[in-house]
């Protein structure tokens, strides 16, 4: 991960359960301590990695005849990414039925900044804000 950047699985406007008023919530991932009540396990692990969803798929290859690597593996619970995965996302960009997704993104604080601030009016008119929940901040910027 480059320097001034951060590792997140979700921004998530409009909240208000994270602290008063309108917030938007920023899911970090990276986090050493795995707690066993952890309400986001999708952050533990600071890498992006790719979730099928069983429901979605059509069954009709396209991710396993694009992979570079044959990394997708077809089982009666879905499909499986081998440890040959490389995490390139091709699989991602080309189902037809958005049934592979990643989980993660690195993000330059830049940017962050720039989306959170498109939320600016929702918080002064609520006396709401920024929360940072998932994994660890500390990790996600690598600073761990």
Same mark, same amino acid.
């Given at each position: ?55 979605? &798929?059509? @069954? *009709?290859? !396209? /991710?396993?005849?694009? %992979? #570079?690597?044959? +990394? ?6 879905? =499909?499986?990414?081998?440890?040959? &995965?490389? @995490? *390139?996302? !091709? /699989?991602?960009?080309? %189902? #037809?039925?958005? +049934? ?6 690195? =993000? ?37």
């Amino acid at each position: 991960m480059k320097r001034d950047t951060a590792m997140i699985f979700n921004i998530q406007t409009m909240s208000t359960e994270d602290g008063p008023g309108i917030r938007t919530t920023v899911f970090m991932k990276g986090c050493p301590l795995s707690c066993r009540w952890c309400q986001n396990p999708e952050g533990l692990s600071l890498k992006v990695h790719l979730v099928h969803d069983r429901l979605r &798929c059509i @069954g *009709c290859g !396209t /991710c396993r005849e694009n %992979c #570079p690597r044959g +990394a997708l593996l077809f089982t009666e619970k879905g =499909i499986v990414f081998s440890p040959d &995965c490389q @995490g *390139c996302l !091709t /699989c991602v960009g080309v %189902c #037809p039925a958005t +049934a592979i997704r990643a989980i993660g993104e690195e =993000i330059s604080v830049d940017e962050l900044l720039a989306r959170l601030l498109q939320d600016r009016p929702f918080y002064r008119n609520s006396g709401g804000g920024v929360t940072f929940s998932g994994g660890s901040a500390c990790c996600s910027t690598n600073s761990c």
